[in-house]
């Protein structure tokens, strides 16, 4: 009855702990994304599959026989196509998804449908902030005329991909401290964010309502159609059941 943990959130981490202690068998996967990932709690497999044909069949030959979608809510190729693995193999699946940020007293947020809807609402001359990670950076490139600091994990394997923009090193968690020091030291006039969700992305949104920063935030994209729960304590009851 072996688990499979499809990896890349800190709930799936927190997941594989609570697997672990439990003695469950399980397995987690994760992309291979950041190059020097903490270690989970469970024996792990990293990289992409190559295809949905080549996913079905590590899961067969690893006894996989049921599996949760623990991934970030914008990797929207690897939930859906998991999905469609489970079902062709008949096997249960549960998508493990934490709910999206909801802007309170204070905040001045912006929604975006795409990256590209940027620049219609940050204006020329600003300096903008972009927590969005390195994948959808092409997405801004619109945003002609402003300074753009994009922050990742790992140091910069190449050039800023378009003028005009920096690259700046960082790995969570930050605090809302730090947060708020560092838009103050690179005189942040706009931050950019994923609706993400979740407790430890949250500072820089706390930074920003404390320092009065407008905050463009790029709507998520549909999850797939299955049955989904908001957090590892109903992941494990559905595991129990
Ligand atoms: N997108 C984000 O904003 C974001 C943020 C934080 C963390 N992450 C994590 O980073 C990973 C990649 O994100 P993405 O946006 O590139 O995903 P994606 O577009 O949904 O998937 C791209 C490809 O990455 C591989 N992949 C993704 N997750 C995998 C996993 N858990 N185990 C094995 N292979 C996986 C698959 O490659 P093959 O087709 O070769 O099998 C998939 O086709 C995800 O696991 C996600 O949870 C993403």
Do not use: N, Y
């Not at 062709?88 to 699946?93: E, F, M, S, V, Y």
């Not at 964010?193 to 920003?208: E, F, T």
Request: aromatic share 6%; glycine share 10%; net charge positive.
């Amino acid at each position: 009855m072996t688990l499979l943990v499809m990896a890349g959130t800190g709930e799936a981490r927190v997941l594989a702990d609570r697997l672990a202690v439990r003695g469950i068998a399980a397995v987690a996967s994760l992309a291979g994304a950041t190059r020097d990932p903490r270690p989970l709690a469970l024996p792990t497999r990293v990289g992409g599959f190559g295809s949905a044909w080549a996913q079905a069949e590590w899961m067969r030959q690893a006894g996989v026989a049921r599996v949760v979608i623990a991934t970030h809510p914008f990797a929207a190729r690897i939930a859906a196509r998991t999905v469609a693995v489970c079902e062709d193999l008949g096997l249960p699946c549960l998508l493990l998804r934490r709910p999206g940020w909801t802007a309170g007293a204070g905040d001045r947020w912006t929604w975006l449908d795409r990256e590209e809807d940027a620049a219609g609402v940050i204006p020329a001359g600003a300096t903008v902030f972009l927590a969005t990670g390195r994948q959808t950076l092409e997405g801004f490139a619109g945003l002609v005329g402003r300074r753009l600091i994009c922050r990742q994990i790992d140091p910069p394997a190449e050039a800023f991909p378009f003028p005009g923009g920096e690259f700046l090193v960082g790995r969570p968690p930050f605090s809302v401290a730090d947060e708020a020091a560092l838009f103050r030291r690179l005189g942040v006039d706009w931050l950019v964010v994923k609706d993400a969700g979740g407790a430890a992305s949250r500072p820089k949104l706390d930074a920003a309502r404390l320092l009065g920063l407008p905050v463009a935030v790029i709507r998520r994209p549909p999850p797939p159609v299955v049955e989904t729960v908001a957090s590892v304590d109903e992941a494990l009851a559905w595991l129990a059941a």
